[in-house]
């Protein structure tokens, strides 16, 4: 269980409040209008950011003072998710050995998450002659090894196209759902936060408690309305 | 694009400059080889070659090796001061050689405030002449340098590669190899070819600090050819030497260095979640007494003696900034001239290459063989000067203009043309508030570097045509420290300010 505890993150021009839980195994779109601190909530519970007041809890254990790598947790960001100079094989095995250096089974295990989404016969490929896609799924494979009980997406893939956006995200949820991970998902776009079952609504300096997303988008407050333009 | 936007950009003035940059250069390198002939150098010559090069490989490698943690501490640190020992950084470029060398002396000479500590606890003094001498000056005046380029390569590294790499909790040795091992390798070769370049045609630093037939350079070989030998072949020969060795360095160091050299940030700090805190605290404090003392010695040796300077140094002063004056706005018209064409012939960039090849004391050995003996030597000090000036500071400016200019174009010049603008408008409107922080840094720089050089007119001079930084010069031979000093203050006080104005009149709004 991921527990934000009376958190507080105040900055010169804006303050951000939660104080909300999530069971083990949640999937979670975070929407908001942009500068409302939505990156900033995830990158507080990844660990970049210190918290003004308040803990994050999981499972019980107080992580707020927790370096991000020592964290339970894998992250994809908007781009630069790949290491430009390494292979696709050496970008996935960072993901299982920090130190870079890899067992057989470790190898092995590699070769099975590249294959797993679909990138056989991939893995000496460098991100540079890889396509959008392929490096999306480079990422994902990284995730899989990651093995992290909670999985932080900062609008991945936000330079492919939206079809392509939609498959990733069918991906890592299904990885996500393997491994039962906690999902968060920062996105701007409506249609990737309505398929998924819990939202969290980020406006005026507050970070809502997640709510079912159909009853959110059925009755929206007047902050979603605005976000979507209605 | 730029084919498109040709009838807004003046090709023809570029040109012409261009030819004429390539006359001057062309004239005095005939004039050095027909007086060359078919001499070669002799034992002297190579020991002066040997050296050159092995103070330069030192000094390079000094510089990197001290430059690496030092940067490495500023981008992850954050600590009252950090701006101004950033700015601190970019000083010592604009900072005339001969006041920084006054200035070390002040701090490691003989009677320095080192050896006073040393003798205090009864430690033999250290000797700042020689090749540790050279090492130290070239130290002090690179170690900023290739610190601000490794510092812009740190900034530059995308904040999400550094968050990956702290969530997926790399260890420091992959961390290093993943992160800032490739960066490094991008941008350590470029800056060891500047430094080894700059080291390589260091004049004033050998001629007060070296010397003697263990520490003379090709320059200060060329030099005492010169002024005391008077040998014009001898001269001619280590010309030649100098030139095919700093022009080899030089092209090396066009073909590496990124063309974008922007200034570096003073904002960003990476954030950083790993100790080392006690090591970049020690790193960040000796840099900046090592940057600042001598600076400070300056300052307080010299003040007490500024409103007793005798009137040839103001006089000197008058003559050197007007001077530089010149050669700013020779250096803002021919880069910008020649930018403009080069829009259209882009080979026209290998115009920087004489200014980098040709040092001031080869083109001006060049040009006395050309005019000697129907001009004495001393007729042709101050347009040597300028000449020598412009051609150094224009690799310099081209860089610094070309790529915003290229950028503008490319930007704004298809809807200028579809507008159909007028080519005042396009020039005034368009190109000058894009180009006008790069011009203004040109100029600046352009004038700190002909305040405080000490080439072609230390070879020429004569007992009452000096510049400033001979007058200082000078006075440091006569023994008058203190009045060296208070002249030295003067020098950097006008250096800065000029750079300054230049830098401030045409910052971005």
Known sequence: MLDLRGVVLRYPDFTLTADWHLPQGAEVAIIGPSGAGKSTLLAAIAGFEDLSAGAILWQGRDITRLRPGLRPMAMLFQDNNLFPHLTAFDNVALGLAPSGRLSAAGRAQVTAALAQVGLEGFATRRPAQLSGGQQGRVAIARVLVQQRPLILLDEPFAALGPALRREMLGLVRHIAQDIGATLLLVTHDATEARALPLTVLVSEGQAAAPMATDALFADPPPALRAWLGQ | ?509
């Open chain 2, 1 to 509: 694009m730029a084919r498109r936007a040709g009838p807004l950009t003046p090709v023809w003035p570029g040109l012409v400059l261009a030819a004429l940059v390539a006359l001057a250069v062309t004239a005095p390198l005939a004039a050095l080889l027909a007086r060359a002939g078919t001499a070669a150098p002799g034992p002297a010559d190579w020991a002066a070659l040997r050296f050159t090069l092995w103070q330069a490989v030192l000094s390079t490698l000094l510089s990197l090796i001290c430059a690496i943690p030092l940067a490495r501490a500023l981008a992850r640190r954050r600590f009252p001061g950090r701006d101004a020992l950033v700015l601190l950084l970019g000083v010592p470029f604009v900072l005339p050689v001969i006041a920084g060398v006054l200035g070390l002396l002040a701090v490691f000479g003989r009677n320095g405030w080192i050896n006073a500590g040393l003798a205090a606890v009864g430690l033999p003094a250290l000797s700042p002449y020689g090749l540790q001498g050279i090492l130290l000056a070239h130290l002090f005046f690179n170690l900023p340098l290739v610190t601000r380029m490794l510092l812009q390569g740190w900034q530059a590294i995308p904040a999400e590669r550094l968050r990956m790499a702290e969530s997926l909790a790399l260890t420091p040795r992959a961390r290093f190899a993943h992160i800032e091992g490739p960066m490094l390798r991008a941008v350590l070769p470029g800056a060891a070819v500047v430094v080894f370049t700059l080291c390589l045609s260091s004049f004033s630093v050998a001629l007060i600090l070296g010397g003697g037939p263990g520490a003379t350079t090709l320059e200060l070989a060329i030099y005492q050819a010169f002024r005391f030998d008077f040998a014009p072949d001898r001269a001619a020969v280590l010309g030649l030497l100098q030139l095919t060795l700093v022009g080899t360095a030089g092209l090396v160091a066009l073909w590496l260095v990124p063309a974008a050299q922007a200034e570096a940030s003073r904002g960003r700090v990476l954030r950083h979640w790993g100790g080392g805190r006690g090591f970049d605290a020690a790193i960040i404090t000796i840099a900046a007494l090592f940057l600042s003392a001598p600076l400070v010695a300056v300052l307080l040796r010299g003040a007490p003696g500024v409103v007793d300077l005798p009137p040839s140094v103001w006089r000197a002063a008058a003559l050197s900034v007007t001077l530089s004056v010149v050669v700013a706005a020779l250096v803002v018209i021919m880069a910008g001239g020649i930018a403009l064409a080069a829009l259209r012939f882009p080979l026209l960039e290998i115009t920087a290459l004489p200014g980098l090849a040709l040092s001031p004391l080869v083109l001006g050995t060049g040009l006395f063989l050309l005019v000697y003996p129907r001009l004495s030597p001393e007729a042709l000090a101050l347009p040597a000067t300028v000449l020598a000036n412009t051609l150094a500071a224009l690799p310099f400016a081209l860089r610094l203009i070309l790529p915003r200019l290229q950028q503008a174009v490319a930007d704004h010049g298809r809807l200028a043309a579809s507008l159909g603008l007028s080519r005042g408008i396009w020039f005034a409107r368009i190109l000058w508030p894009a180009l006008r922080p790069a011009i203004g840094l040109a100029a600046g720089v352009a004038a700190a570097l002909a305040m405080g050089d000490l080439g072609v007119i230390a070879l020429f001079a004569d007992a009452d045509r000096a510049t400033l930084p001979l007058q200082v010069m000078r006075l440091m031979g006569s023994y008058r420290s203190d009045a060296a000093a208070a002249a030295a203050l003067v020098l950097v006080a006008i250096s800065l300010t000029l750079f300054w104005a230049c830098e401030r009149v045409t910052r971005d709004a």
